[in-house]
């Protein structure tokens, strides 16, 4: 094995220390691994004698180099796996492709007059959170509750006003701003309000009964009638909750289900001993065995924006336990336990994410049919050479030439894939020719395309018959022809609706308006455009807020704001004299001399 890059003499050279290893193909990082002993870990991949056709072998194939980065502990190494993994995202490593934060709701208790707030981040500056909410439309529903009854400040900050706003009218807001509740009332409705977002909501049923039965015998029906209201609608949430634990910890549980090379991960979330929602997913062949899968799953899963709560159940106990227990430890500031129940009531939680996870299975080959029958009817439909497994779709965007951008998104079995999805500056010119800017993007995507071995089944574009062409012209010019099918969407006029257009064929096919094959087409043009049209704005956006000063060398934000904050406006500005501008601090004569010359200039240009 000399020639390989697990060749014994590179292993001699290998620490037995531990520490992270990443597989380097030729233009990206195909693998991430821990090791506490990395010599012998590497060894292992060295002398790997399992089917050619397993993920290992086909990974080790592909591999080019061997990098190792030494660590003192194996947290540390831990804590750098997980960093890198989602630094590169390797192919062959566990990805959670949908790893957004779920939002959660946060009481700022350390402010004066507390508020509720939805956040995706949770920070460590003393406030309460409660979450996550897989539903948005679950969280907005207790969100309304709680806004209802306890109508809790809504701005940003407190200032003294001399009448409340509309909030206050409109009985949402106890307007504190001008002294119309005092500190001691307003407190007591935040501990309310967190005993329900704790779950314990019958404790303020009981408070609430109390204080009606009060205001009805001190003859204040008015109040008596808003706390039975208050009441009504707090028993309405109770009867909903599912509760699952007869405690109030905050646990969250894992499910693992394994079904030939692929496994699905569930993870319930049970907060205050109620079920919160869940969250699912796929992995359609990871390498490593439950055990690693499940490990990686978790250090990805949970970060500084993710806090794991005090108790995770596992399917299986990990191999590496007390390190992630540690390093989750340090995520929460506080004690967390890593528990593989074997019985009671913890064991029936386990058995209900099992059976989420299985669902993913259900689920999966319900949508693989979909696909495979919408694929079918595109393959006859259009004439296709092959199977459109995998679609990229390119569209121009630009504003009279100018910020011109192209767009490239990717639809993999139907769905969208983020990590296909390219933007393109465009260099060739600065007026408006979609013609030459479409064959510089298609030009540098399949040129980049035929290097890497990264070309797609079918290749979409935005526009008729001309942008047909000239994707025809640079498919024969990089010799890709018969590598991909091809074809162009448009609509010409409105009445006419979509027509798609085909090499060879002179008319367009016009399939019928609520066709799947062709409302999947328009959805990935969509997509195409509105990824496109964002990044063209962003460039339009950053073009208008940049003036004359940005190029003037010496005159940085802090002088430019000086500037503008002076003279009140760019055309004043122009018009001040040399003097008036060395009058400024910071300024000065010489300064002042270059910046009225390079204004005068842009003025006789415009």
């Known amino acids: 094995?000399?020639?390989?890059?697990?060749?014994?003499?590179?292993?001699?050279?290998?620490?037995?220390?531990?520490?992270?290893?990443?597989?380097?193909?030729?233009?990206?990082?195909?693998?991430?691994?821990?090791?506490?002993?990395?010599?012998?870990?590497?060894?292992?991949?060295?002398?790997?004698?399992?089917?050619?056709?397993?993920?290992?072998?086909?990974?080790?194939?592909?591999?080019?180099?061997?990098?190792?980065?030494?660590?003192?502990?194996?947290?540390?190494?831990?804590?750098?796996?997980?960093?890198?993994?989602?630094?590169?995202?390797?192919?062959?490593?566990?990805?959670?492709?949908?790893?957004?934060?779920?939002?959660?709701?946060?009481?700022?208790?350390?402010?004066?007059?507390?508020?509720?707030?939805v956040t995706r981040k949770r920070v460590r500056d003393g406030s309460k959170y409660f979450g996550p909410f897989s539903s948005p439309s679950a969280m907005r529903q207790t969100l309304k509750l709680l806004y209802t009854l306890f109508?809790?400040?809504?701005?940003?900050?407190?200032?003294?006003?001399?009448?409340?706003?509309?909030?206050?009218?409109?009985?949402?807001?106890?307007?504190?701003?001008?002294?119309?509740?005092?500190?001691?009332?307003?407190?007591?409705?935040?501990?309310?309000?967190?005993?329900?977002?704790?779950?314990?909501?019958?404790?303020?049923?009981?408070?609430?009964?109390?204080?009606?039965?009060?205001?009805?015998?001190?003859?204040?029906?008015?109040?008596?009638?808003?706390?039975?209201?208050?009441?009504?609608?707090?028993?309405?949430?109770?009867?909903?909750?599912?509760?699952?634990?007869?405690?109030?910890?905050?646990?969250?549980?894992?499910?693992?289900?394994?079904?030939?090379?692929?496994?699905?991960?569930?993870?319930?979330?049970?907060?205050?001993?109620?079920?919160?929602?869940?969250?699912?997913?796929?992995?359609?062949?990871?390498?490593?065995?439950?055990?690693?899968?499940?490990?990686?799953?978790?250090?990805?899963?949970?970060s500084a924006r993710r806090h794991p709560p005090r108790e995770i159940l596992l399917p299986l106990a990990l191999e590496d336990a007390p390190i992630i227990n540690e390093y989750l430890a340090e995520l929460r500031q506080g004690p967390v336990s890593l528990a593989v129940p074997r019985r009671g009531r913890r064991m029936q939680l386990m058995e209900m994410a099992h059976a989420n996870a299985r669902q993913v299975f259900a689920d999966q080959g319900k949508k693989k049919k979909a696909w495979e029958a919408l694929a079918a009817s595109l393959q006859k439909l259009l004439r296709l050479n092959r199977w459109p497994e995998t679609i990229w779709c390119v569209d121009i965007s630009n504003l009279g030439g100018k910020q011109a951008v192209g767009s490239l998104v990717c639809f993999v079995r139907g769905e969208k894939h983020p990590p296909g999805y390219r933007h393109f500056k465009i260099r060739c010119k600065d007026e408006p020719d979609d013609y030459t800017m479409m064959h510089e993007?298609?030009?540098?995507?399949?040129?980049?395309?035929?290097?890497?071995?990264?070309?797609?089944?079918?290749?979409?574009?935005?526009?008729?018959?001309?942008?047909?062409?000239?994707?025809?012209?640079?498919?024969?010019?990089?010799?890709?022809?018969?590598?991909?099918?091809?074809?162009?969407?448009?609509?010409e006029k409105e009445e006419e609706g979509e027509k798609l257009f085909l090499p060879g064929r002179k008319n367009p096919v016009i399939l019928p308006p609520h066709s799947p094959a062709l409302l999947y087409l328009m959805r990935i043009r969509d997509e195409s455009h509105r990824f496109g049209i964002t990044f063209h704005r962003r460039l339009r956006s950053a073009h208008t807020f940049h003036s004359v000063l940005d190029e003037v060398p010496g005159i940085g934000p802090a002088r430019k704001k000086l500037l503008l904050e002076t003279f009140g406006s760019y055309r004043r500005l122009c018009q001040a004299t040399p003097d008036e501008l060395a009058a400024l601090p910071g300024i000065g004569p010489v300064l002042a001399a270059i910046l009225h010359s390079r204004l005068q200039d842009n003025r006789n240009t415009e």
């Open 441 to 491: 993007v298609l030009e540098r995507r399949l040129g980049r395309g035929r290097e890497e071995g990264d070309l797609p089944d079918l290749l979409l574009l935005d526009g008729g018959k001309g942008q047909l062409n000239i994707g025809r012209r640079v498919v024969q010019d990089l010799g890709l022809t018969n590598h991909f099918d091809l074809v162009a969407i448009a609509k």
């Open 1 to 117: 094995m000399s020639d390989t890059p697990l060749s014994t003499e590179f292993l001699k050279t290998v620490s037995h220390g531990p520490g992270v290893y990443q597989m380097l193909g030729r233009t990206e990082v195909l693998y991430v691994g821990k090791a506490r002993n990395l010599r012998k870990r590497l060894a292992q991949y060295a002398h790997f004698s399992g089917p050619p056709h397993s993920k290992t072998a086909v990974m080790l194939s592909h591999v080019r180099r061997v990098e190792t980065i030494l660590t003192t502990t194996e947290k540390e190494a831990l804590i750098l796996e997980a960093s890198l993994i989602k630094k590169h995202r390797p192919r062959y490593n566990v990805i959670l492709r949908d790893d957004k934060n779920y939002p959660l709701i946060k009481v700022t208790v350390k402010e004066e007059w507390p508020r509720i707030v």
């Open 151 to 302: 109508p809790l400040r809504r701005c940003k900050t407190v200032r003294s006003r001399s009448r409340p706003c509309l909030n206050f009218q409109m009985g949402r807001c106890l307007a504190p701003c001008t002294d119309q509740v005092d500190q001691d009332s307003y407190r007591d409705m935040v501990r309310q309000v967190l005993l329900i977002l704790e779950g314990k909501n019958q404790e303020v049923l009981i408070r609430l009964e109390e204080k009606m039965r009060e205001a009805a015998a001190d003859l204040a029906f008015e109040k008596a009638a808003v706390l039975r209201d208050q009441i009504r609608a707090l028993k309405k949430t109770v009867e909903r909750q599912m509760v699952v634990a007869n405690h109030f910890l905050d646990q969250d549980v894992f499910g693992l289900a394994r079904r030939d090379a692929s496994v699905t991960i569930a993870i319930l979330f049970i907060r205050s001993g109620v079920l919160g929602g869940s969250q699912t997913f796929f992995l359609a062949d990871p390498m490593g065995d439950d055990q690693a899968i499940l490990a990686q799953t978790i250090t990805q899963y949970y």
